[in-house]
């Protein structure tokens, strides 16, 4: 990291800051490779606040400019005129995930809307804060593909599919993550939207273990598949993920479809199409939808790879 990045850094933010839409949207997306210098390195606008994380650690010299930096920022006009009001550092690279409000005072929970539907995130305390804003296009597109579908969502986290499905007028949305603590806030997420809750299942279970629950609701319309690259003791992408896909003729429709992702800068689109081919070969590569434009990379396979499947043909 050079200090000639941070000028960039700050000319950047001085002019994306007064067009900041009012919802939750990345502002830098360094680790996209596009942003020379500044690499390890992401900025972005939830709604009044400024998060810049820090995937390596650059060294206390640079991190002591940067601080100066971001708090140049928070002295200008741009960021009154803004409406920021505070500025969340977080050092992703650390063991314990450290935070700094190097501007305002700290703030646990924060409410951010995305294309006009509600999430609680919460900040400072953890490695994510609740709503990953690469898979938006990802959202959109369960929306769109709701209507009347029996959804399942595996690695639900804080169930932002979920959402966007019953935005969509899904039947049902069965949502599956180990962390219950991930799924009381997804149940959060829905009564935020003052979504009928008597639609929606929450399993805290670990999926690889609970075949049987899972298909007790079925079967599906639409199964989505978003899980971690690496959950120790549970799921190793690489290893895991076959281990899904054979299940999905089991529990799909007919005419069902998966949206399967992955978002490991090492592994690209062919892993999943081979796998898939492999493991349930009545599926068929559909598409892989668009990422978010801030979040170009250098590398058309280095960021989110989001593919649909259909198992009719030709899809509907």
Request: hydrophobic share 40%.
């Amino acid at each position: 990291m050079d200090h000639q990045a941070l000028v960039t850094l700050q000319q950047h933010l001085l002019q994306t800051l007064p067009q900041a839409p009012n919802e939750a949207r990345r502002l830098l997306h360094g680790r996209g490779r596009l942003w020379p210098g500044l690499e390890q390195l992401t900025v972005d606008w939830l709604q009044g606040v400024l998060l810049v994380t820090l995937f390596r650690d650059p060294g206390e010299e640079w991190l002591a400019a940067l601080r100066t930096t971001l708090q140049r920022l928070t002295a200008s006009p741009v960021w009154a005129q803004c409406g920021a009001r505070q500025l969340l550092l977080q050092h992703r690279y650390r063991a314990d995930c450290a935070n700094e409000w190097l501007y305002g005072p700290p703030v646990e929970r924060w409410q951010v809307e995305e294309e006009g539907l509600r999430y609680q995130l919460e900040l400072g305390r953890t490695q994510n804060s609740g709503l990953f804003l690469d898979m938006r296009l990802g959202r959109r597109w369960v929306r769109e593909q709701a209507e009347g579908a029996r959804v399942l969502n595996l690695f639900a986290y804080t169930c932002a599919f979920s959402v966007a499905a019953l935005a969509g007028g899904a039947q049902q949305v069965v949502n599956l993550d180990m962390s219950s603590a991930a799924l009381a806030r997804g149940r959060e997420n829905h009564q935020l939207n003052d979504q009928e809750l008597g639609r929606v299942r929450f399993l805290a279970h670990d999926l690889l273990k609970s075949w049987s629950k899972v298909a007790r609701h079925g079967p599906y319309e639409l199964i989505i598949i978003d899980p971690p690259t690496f959950q120790r003791g549970s799921f190793v992408l690489e290893k895991d993920y076959r281990k899904v896909l054979r299940r999905l003729p089991a529990l799909l429709t007919e005419r069902g479809r998966v949206l399967a992702c992955v978002n490991d800068p090492a592994i690209g689109s062919d892993f999943l199409i081979a796998e898939m081919a492999r493991e349930a070969p009545e599926l068929r590569f559909v598409e892989r939808l668009a990422n978010p434009e801030e979040f170009a990379d250098a590398d058309p396979q280095g960021g989110l790879k989001a593919l649909v499947f259909s198992r009719a043909w030709p899809p509907a």
